[in-house]
């Protein structure tokens, strides 16, 4: 079965400090894979998606960065981290080729707090 | 621009049935209608979809317009675990600054 690991679980940084968020995935080739940032009571922004190795698809501007070394892992970085980086982080996939109808999985989240 | 609308929140009474609404008044001809529920501290998960037809599952039920202007998630016996924030959403990608996921439909059940 697939599986989705997403680490860590939470994070304190400071102002200005560098981040590297990693998400992996079991059980699948070349899925989908996508990363939210969800602020507090509000829903989910797509921040980056990715069909292949390399292929990055970036839909806000901003000082984040996202890079797939490998078919089944997806890392979210920044270099220097801002107070409104903090949020709550998704990492997701989907099945390739599924079209409009492939459900998505999703992580467990990291909780980032940016100080 | 596939977006949907939803109540802020709803509330019901365990072990009774919950319709939760979803409008998406310029959905597509090849859009899928996705249902997602996210518990307190935990990333979403998936409920239910479909594309025309009526569909049910072990889950829910999704009952689709004949316009397909709006859907009904429909869950048969609520129960205090499905006390959840519920997404109805059309895309997984959006060009541009839009929220894949709106806010969504903050479901309380109870006791």
């Known amino acids: 079965s697939q599986t989705i690991h997403q680490w860590p679980a939470t994070l304190v940084q400071p102002v200005g400090s560098p981040l590297s968020l990693e998400c992996t995935v079991e059980?699948?080739?070349?899925?989908?894979l996508y990363w939210y940032r969800q602020a507090a009571g509000r829903g989910l922004q797509l921040l980056f998606y990715?069909?292949?190795?390399?292929?990055i698809s970036s839909e806000v501007p901003q000082n984040l960065s996202a890079s797939r070394p490998q078919d089944r892992q997806f890392i979210l970085s920044s270099k220097k981290l801002l107070l409104s980086d903090s949020g709550f982080y998704l990492c997701?996939?989907?099945?390739?080729?599924?079209?409009?109808?492939?459900?998505?999985?999703f992580g467990q989240g990291t909780r980032l707090t940016v100080v | 621009d596939a977006k949907t609308t939803q109540p802020n929140s709803m509330e019901s009474n365990e072990e009774e049935p919950v319709h939760l609404p979803c409008n998406h008044s310029?959905?597509?001809?090849?859009?899928?209608i996705h249902w997602y529920r996210q518990l307190p501290s935990q990333g979403p998960e998936y409920v239910i979809h479909?594309?025309?037809s009526n569909v049910n599952n072990r889950m829910a039920s999704l009952a689709i317009a004949e316009d397909r202007k709006s859907s009904t998630l429909i869950l048969h016996r609520a129960t205090l675990r499905d006390a959840a924030v519920y997404y109805c959403?059309?895309?997984?990608?959006?060009?541009?600054?839009?929220?894949?996921f709106g806010p969504g439909t903050r479901l309380s059940v109870l006791p």
């Open positions: 059980g699948t080739s070349n899925p989908n």
């Open positions: 990715s069909v292949g190795i390399g292929q």
């Open positions: 997701a996939w989907r099945a390739p080729n599924r079209g409009r109808f492939g459900r998505a999985f």
């Open positions: 479909g594309l025309t």
């Open positions: 310029t959905i597509s001809g090849t859009d899928y």
């Open positions: 959403i059309l895309r997984f990608t959006y060009y541009g600054q839009n929220f894949v």
